[in-house]
């Protein structure tokens, strides 16, 4: 009999690679995908663990089940509830004694044993917690990658070693882990023979990628970018994300000469106050990545900049927020994150003194936001009249417009006549922009 799962993930791209990753184990043993969780036989919640609003709600979106869990066990069957991701990692047991209902808890590196922990509780009916940090990696015992997407993302570097002062993610993914070239290449093939054009390389940090190839030498990121470029198959490459620290010449180089690489660059500064900076332990101050930024600019002219802030980290004052702003008026970004500063079991800024209130981050943060916004249209609007080129991935409901991506990222609505959209979808074409909002341009093909 076929099976049905639900899977609810948030946080970053690396857990939505995960939760493909957990279903392609899933399908392996007849479970197909469910969009609603009332009829699953096993609901699978990936957490992030990364700020206090996205771990507090799983309790309570664990306990709305408790009422399909109940219908179906009023039918004698069972709703297999398993909790997953970095919440998972860092709580492990306390989430078996909160809800006693979870049957399994399964980390960030061992979900590999999906199947095992699944065995366990449908044959002995216990529940499994597994957040071990296993000695094998757990790339080597995961399915082939199965999809049907345009773009897609592959993990090439787990883990952090940076430890910045605010951050649960050293914690929750472990020590820094970059996969083997061939197994890599081995999985780019795999999602290219299935039509995907697009590929996104995701780590934690991939900057700092450092994988072992076929001859026993260590590849960096730009050797790694070029041997995926080098396949004939792949129409865009994409990184992310990556760590001031550990940008290199050489993969400064590739933004300007391997062509598949997209000119796009997620590179998060955290904040433009130096004494913050220093509070964080990011090891580099303003300056740095300023110039860092020029020295891109210099060898790419057009790169689309994009970054991660925090306003409201403990002991920043008004002169300091300022420093935030003046850094984002110097560079001027094509989008960001921003995030109000929150504080994070374990980690060294959680004990800082001169914690900021509640009203004075959420003011900071609006006027950082506002001034990122109007940064990013003005970004979007920089291409009315322009020619570039879109990767069609979607072929969804959107009226007599298909959708896809700038190079820079944007997302593009393209409008339509005929009925050309099917060929469309996959493919790269030039267009012409003539609409530009703060989310999207729209275009036409020309
Ligand atoms: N590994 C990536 C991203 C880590 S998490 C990197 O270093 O770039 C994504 C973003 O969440 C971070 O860049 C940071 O801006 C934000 N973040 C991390 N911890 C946070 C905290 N405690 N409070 C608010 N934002 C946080
Ligand atoms: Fe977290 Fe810093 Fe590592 Fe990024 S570099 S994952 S912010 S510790
Ligand atoms: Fe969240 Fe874990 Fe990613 S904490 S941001 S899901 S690495």
Request: glycine share 6%; charged share 30%; net charge neutral.
């Amino acid at each position: 009999m076929i099976k049905k799962v639900h899977v609810r993930t948030i946080g970053c791209q690396m857990n939505v690679y995960d939760a493909e990753r957990m279903k392609d184990i899933l399908r392996l043993l007849e479970y197909e995908d469910t969009e609603k969780p009332d009829d699953a036989d096993l609901v699978i919640f990936n957490t992030c663990y990364i700020r206090e609003k996205a771990s507090a709600k799983l309790f309570s979106e664990i306990g709305k089940l408790t009422p399909y869990k109940n219908a179906k066990k009023a039918k004698g069957q069972r709703m297999v509830i398993a909790v997953a991701g970095c919440v998972a990692q860092a709580l492990g047991d306390e989430i078996k004694s909160r809800v006693p209902f979870v049957d399994i808890v399964l980390g960030t590196q061992a979900y590999h044993r999906f199947s095992n922990a699944l065995e366990v509780v449908l044959k002995q009916n216990s529940q499994v917690v597994d957040t071990e940090f296993p000695p094998e990696s757990k790339f080597d015992f995961l399915p082939e990658n199965k999809t049907n997407a345009v773009s897609a993302f592959l993990a090439v570097q787990e883990g952090c070693d940076k430890f910045c002062h605010y951050c649960v993610v050293p914690y929750t993914r472990g020590a820094e882990y970059s996969r083997p070239i061939e197994s890599i290449m081995k999985e780019a093939d795999i999602l290219l023979q299935q039509g995907v054009k697009e590929i996104t390389l995701l780590g934690q940090n991939v900057s700092a990628y450092h994988g072992i190839g076929k001859d026993g030498k260590t590849n960096s990121l730009s050797g790694l970018i070029h041997k995926i470029a080098d396949i004939k198959e792949l129409t865009r490459l994409r990184i992310m994300t990556s760590h001031p620290m550990d940008i290199t010449e050489e993969l400064i180089d590739c933004f300007a000469n391997v062509p598949k690489l997209m000119p796009f660059f997620h590179l998060p500064v955290q904040h433009g106050s130096d004494k913050i900076l220093k509070a964080m332990n990011r090891k580099h101050d303003a300056d740095y990545y300023k110039r860092l930024i020029e020295r891109i600019r210099k060898k790419r002219p057009d790169i689309a900049m994009s970054s991660d802030f925090i306003a409201g980290f403990p002991g920043e004052t008004d002169k300091d927020f300022e420093d935030m702003l003046s850094l984002v008026k110097e560079i001027g970004f094509a989008q960001a994150f921003s995030f109000k500063y929150s504080s994070r079991p374990g980690t060294p800024a959680a004990d800082m003194p001169n914690q900021i209130p509640e009203e004075i981050k959420e003011e900071r943060l609006y006027r950082l936001q506002d001034l990122l916004r109007s940064q990013q249209l003005a970004f979007n609007r920089n291409m009315i009249g322009k020619k570039t080129k879109i990767l069609f991935d979607d072929n969804g409901k959107h009226g007599d417009k298909i959708f896809g991506r700038t190079p820079y990222m944007q997302p593009a609505f393209i409008e339509l006549t005929g009925n050309i959209r099917e060929n469309l979808l996959g493919q790269e074409r030039e267009v012409v922009i003539n609409e530009a909002v703060l989310n999207n341009v729209k275009g036409k093909l020309v």
